[in-house]
């Protein structure tokens, strides 16, 4: 079942009914100031860090679900109701909420006037602006009063929503335009240069700033008294809740509309220029955003600009196939979601309270793989910002809060894939861009710059620390846990409240991850390679010789007959063996092993994918590993915590089925690696939205695997690293346009069935009009470029070339 269809043309997904399974979201902002909007309305905003400068309140675990948000409330004679449904919930008459890029729109309708809603954040103003039109369809005259709301949160939302004992006294708010304006100015007395600002285009009937003078005590924001009563009452508040609400009456003629432009924005002021006069803030930036906004005129200009910035960005990877879907997610949702992930890595959706994990170290250096093409000068900095938090002896903080850009010392460091990461970002922005500066750039190690060195440095520490903290089998030690977050083979955590990953010595001498060699064979070679652009051998040799004795150790101590072993435990037990009773393979390592290239040669890989197909894969996608846990393995931590099915525990972890298809890439094996990439990819799964619940336009980090109840269901839409792989995979490898360091190499591997198909590609300042001629799934047999045939499957470049027609035969 639908609740919705794609609207490619427009760039947009239409959702139909405000009763979707789940809240389907969308993400406005593109730099530093973001909002979360539901098809409900719901949601909220903040200032660059969803922890320490979060702007409105929102309630996570609320009933009914999805509540708070930015609201719109019409009064139309004793009908209330709301533009997006919630919060007030009356039957609409019509409704359509559009979710586009960067911006979302509400038509609805009830009693013949209709209300639009247009919401987005402009490129380069720290505001969320809302254009409402209302239109009286009816024969004779609407009187209708408009209110707005917005509740504030208390800036730190961890705080907000635990210390009442003095949040409860320290609210503060100016008024001004008798109303129109709203200053939401809490601490900005002491420590605080900023405030916000709720205001409209209009001079208004009324004004809240007390949520308990709006609502009433006892309500909630689905009957406030205000709405109920026809005005607002004015209140100024003092400490309690403040909130920002407006009450704007129209009389509408039959045919007659009027819009109205409300901005919610931050404001920062300089130290010495904070006050008006005592105790007033300084206004100005206030006024001068409201004046850019106040217009219809400024307000579309601006969402135009939005607009042709995505269609910019959209245009530097391009695919036409015959096939709809590959096109729609390449061209549009799997790009525009890969720029959530690089603007929010895991810190704010729905699953994700924003609180919790601020950017991660190996999240973020992933996420880039998918945005590096789009925002280049961008990737630069977040690869600086991160290696930043790396530790001189190559180790990293797990993750950094992004507006202190700080390593988080709650939970420290010692995941040990992290390190590699990072060689993985740096590698492919230097492919993406051939910017060999930034291998010079000077980066400190835990922000300190009196012990910085380069980035090489920093990528060579990466390297040397797996290098050097082997375990007995000569493979990686594992530390807390790998890629698999819930692998905790050094904790033995016995109570409950102990973090899985962080309690006990955590850094155990013995257990040993196959993942993370795999890891190593991969970007060990790639670190060869920057070494070898830098003229320095001797590093490529003595990188190539670590990586032999790693891949030596893979298939051999890390080969379990049929597939690869997952880990050795602190015990030198096996993890993801024949041996064990549950959790006898694991899909991470075949994977990324293969796509690594270890046993292809040696005829492992090939039976590694197969005993994948045969024992993990499902109608919805491959699942994490089998059997699934059925009681809690203390020697294995939280992946045993789980219910089988769910999340690390046997669920199907969207993030690694990719590495699954680009490993049946690298065999070559087209039809079995399009089938792989279908089974998760949203466009294909739209038609089970009651089932798959989460948005069909994004990938979900997980869903529930085969031994679950509830399988098939998505959970923890947005916020995953299947975004940048699934692009990675579906953009470089199936349809094999690939960024080398010489140049964009041409490989696509495609099912029997996929027919010929052209790309486009922005690729070091020129354009590639690539066509492709299929024939067979993998194999280049022909490639000729602006008209001169060339050997292998590199497109050469060449200096000043702006332009390459490219056309590549496959078989
Ligand atoms: C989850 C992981 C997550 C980790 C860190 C675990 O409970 O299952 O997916 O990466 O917590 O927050
Ligand atoms: C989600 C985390 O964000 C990611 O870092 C981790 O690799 C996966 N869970 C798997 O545990």
Request: with cysteine; charged share 25%.
């Amino acid at each position: 079942m639908k609740y919705g269809y794609f609207d490619d043309n427009a760039l947009e997904y239409v959702i139909t009914t405000p009763k979707t399974p789940l809240p389907w979201i969308n993400y406005l902002g593109n730099r530093e100031f973001f909002s979360l909007i539901s098809n409900t309305c719901g949601g909220y905003t903040f200032y660059k860090d969803a922890k320490l400068l979060r702007l409105t309140r929102y309630r996570y675990n609320n009933v009914p679900y999805d509540n708070n948000g930015k609201y719109f409330y019409i009064k139309d004679g004793e009908t209330v109701w709301n533009p997006g449904w919630q919060p007030v919930k009356t039957a609409l008459d019509s409704y359509e909420c559009r979710h586009g890029l960067g911006y979302s729109t509400f038509t609805s309708s009830k009693n013949d006037v209709e209300a639009k809603v247009l919401t987005f954040v402009p490129m380069a103003d720290n505001c969320e602006v809302s254009k409402v039109t209302l239109t009286n369809k009816k024969s004779s005259d609407a009187s209708l009063t408009l209110f707005s709301y917005v509740e504030w949160c208390l800036w730190n939302a961890d705080d907000d929503m635990k210390n009442f004992q003095r949040n409860l006294s320290t609210g503060e708010v100016e008024v001004t335009d008798g109303g129109s304006v709203i200053y939401h100015k809490t601490e900005y007395r002491e420590r605080r240069n900023h405030y916000a600002i709720y205001g409209v285009n209009t001079a208004v009937d009324g004004f809240d700033t007390s949520r308990d003078a709006f609502l009433g005590a006892y309500n909630g924001p689905d009957s406030p008294d205000a709405v109920a009563d026809g005005k607002c009452t004015g209140s100024v508040a003092s400490g309690w809740s403040p909130i920002a609400a407006h009450q704007i009456n129209v009389t509408l003629k039959p045919g007659e509309s009027r819009t109205f432009i409300f901005t919610l924005g931050y404001i920062e002021n300089p130290e010495d220029d904070k006050w008006e006069s005592y105790g007033v803030v300084n206004k100005k930036p206030a006024v001068a955003m409201l004046d850019k906004f106040k217009t219809e005129e400024a307000v579309d200009a601006s969402l135009e600009e939005l607009k042709n910035y995505w269609k910019e960005l959209l245009s530097i990877y391009h695919v036409s196939s015959s096939n709809e879907k590959v096109d729609r997610m390449v061209n549009i949702w799997n790009q525009y979601q890969c720029m959530v992930t690089f603007n929010m890595s895991r810190s704010a959706s729905y699953y994700e309270s924003g609180i919790g994990r601020g950017m991660g170290f190996r999240d973020s250096c992933q996420d880039l793989l998918g945005f590096v093409h789009l925002i280049p000068d961008r990737a630069r900095q977040r690869i600086i910002d991160i290696a930043s938090t790396q530790f001189q002896d190559g180790s990293a903080y797990h993750q950094y809060q992004p507006l202190t850009k700080k390593g988080n010392s709650d939970i420290g460091s010692g995941f040990n894939d992290d390190p590699l990461w990072l060689i993985a970002g740096t590698s492919a922005y230097i492919r993406e861009t051939g910017d060999l500066s930034i291998l010079k750039e000077m980066v400190p190690f835990d922000n300190d710059m009196s012990v910085a060195k380069t980035l090489m440095d920093h990528l060579k520490c990466s390297f040397n620390f797996t290098a050097t903290h082997k375990g007995p089998h000569g493979l990686p030690l594992i530390g807390r846990a790998d890629w698999n977050d819930c692998l905790n083979l050094n904790c033995f955590s016995e109570h409950p409240g102990e973090s899985f990953q962080t309690f006990g010595p955590s850094e155990g001498p013995v257990a040993e991850s196959v993942f993370i060699a795999g890891m190593f064979v991969k970007y060990g070679e790639e670190y060869a390679q920057l070494a070898e652009l830098l003229g320095d051998d001797a590093e490529a040799a003595r990188a190539r010789e670590e990586v032999k004795k790693v891949y030596d150790a893979t298939t051999t101590a890390g080969w379990d007959g049929d597939w690869f072993v997952r880990a050795y435990d602190a015990n030198s037990n096996k993890v993801g063996s024949k041996e064990c009773e549950e959790g006898q393979i694991f899909i991470e390592p075949q994977g990324f092993c293969v796509l690594a290239g270890i046993g292809v040669e040696e005829g492992l890989a090939e039976k590694a994918l197969k005993s994948v197909e045969e024992k993990l894969d499902t109608k919805y996608g491959v699942m994490i590993l089998q059997p699934a846990y059925t009681k809690y393995h203390l020697e294995l931590g939280e992946v045993s915590s789980y219910p089988p099915g769910y999340k690390e525990n046997g669920g199907i972890f969207c993030h690694n089925n990719p590495w699954v298809s680009i490993a049946e890439t690298v065999l070559g094996h087209g039809n079995r690696a399009f089938e792989i990439y279908k089974k998760t990819c949203p466009a294909y799964i739209e038609e089970i939205s009651d089932v798959h619940c989460t948005e069909p336009y994004v990938y979900s980090q997980m869903v529930a695997g085969r031994d679950a109840k509830f399988f098939g269901q998505g959970k923890n839409s947005w916020l995953t690293g299947t975004a940048a792989w699934t692009f990675v995979n579906i953009s470089q490898y199936i349809l094999g346009v690939y960024p080398t360091h010489k140049g964009l190499s041409i490989n696509p591997c495609v099912p029997e069935d996929f027919g010929d198909f052209s790309i486009t590609r922005k690729y070091r300042g020129a354009t590639y009009n690539i066509s492709v001629k299929q024939n067979a799934q993998k194999g280049v047999s022909k490639l000729i470029v602006n008209g001169k045939e060339v050997e292998g499957n590199v497109i050469p470049y060449e200096e000043g070339v702006k332009e390459y027609t490219v056309e590549a035969v496959i078989g």
